[in-house]
């Protein structure tokens, strides 16, 4: 299947309240999911939301093995989560470096919920229904917030940890994708 074209920050379709899925096994879903997954591949990006790629649908992916964008991430099994809910189990947070397909070049520090539950379900409509912590965590959250609108800039606290992967990262050519 194709490789999707990436929806760019300013795009207002980034912005809007993904729709939740009602049917799931269909081919359109399957047609949705190839094509998401050969978009993120081709990108090096480690989660991709249906709305990155003009689909207004409650539907992530995301997995992490080894990945140039993300060096020292821990592994993320390859997850389908669709009609997520994401539950914190502490409000303890931690700040880290994200960055995004729809914002290429650019890294802000972040805090996120180092703890949570998450729950949803696979194509097949079939419960998933996880508790994680750490980077894994950091993905999920990060995904989800795309499906309410929401950009990782958004929730950067401080301006000056937002910029050009070049200019925060000079001596990182990892960090440059």
């Not at 729709?19 to 047609?31: R, S, T, W």
């Not at 950091?138 to 989800?144: A, D, G, I, L, Y």
């Amino acid at each position: 299947m194709p490789v999707r074209d990436v929806l760019r920050m300013g795009d207002a379709r980034l912005l809007r309240h993904a729709e939740p899925v009602k049917a799931f096994g269909q081919p359109e879903l399957f047609d949705l999911l190839r094509d998401m997954r050969d978009t993120m591949q081709a990108l090096d990006g480690v989660g991709l939301a249906a709305p990155q790629i003009g689909v207004n649908l409650r539907v992530v992916i995301f997995s992490v093995e080894s990945n140039p964008r993300y060096p020292d991430a821990e592994s993320v099994p390859e997850t389908v989560l669709i009609n997520p809910l994401l539950t914190p189990l502490s409000d303890a947070q931690e700040e880290g470096w994200e960055g995004c397909l729809s914002i290429p070049g650019m890294r802000g520090l972040v805090p996120r919920y180092t703890h949570l539950r998450y729950q949803g379900y696979d194509e097949f409509g079939a419960l998933i229904d996880r508790t994680v912590s750490g980077f894994h965590a950091r993905v999920v959250q990060h995904e989800c917030d795309h499906l309410d609108g929401i950009l990782y800039p958004l929730r950067v606290k401080d301006m000056r940890n937002f910029g050009f992967n070049s200019e925060l990262f000079p001596d990182n050519t990892q960090q440059e994708a």
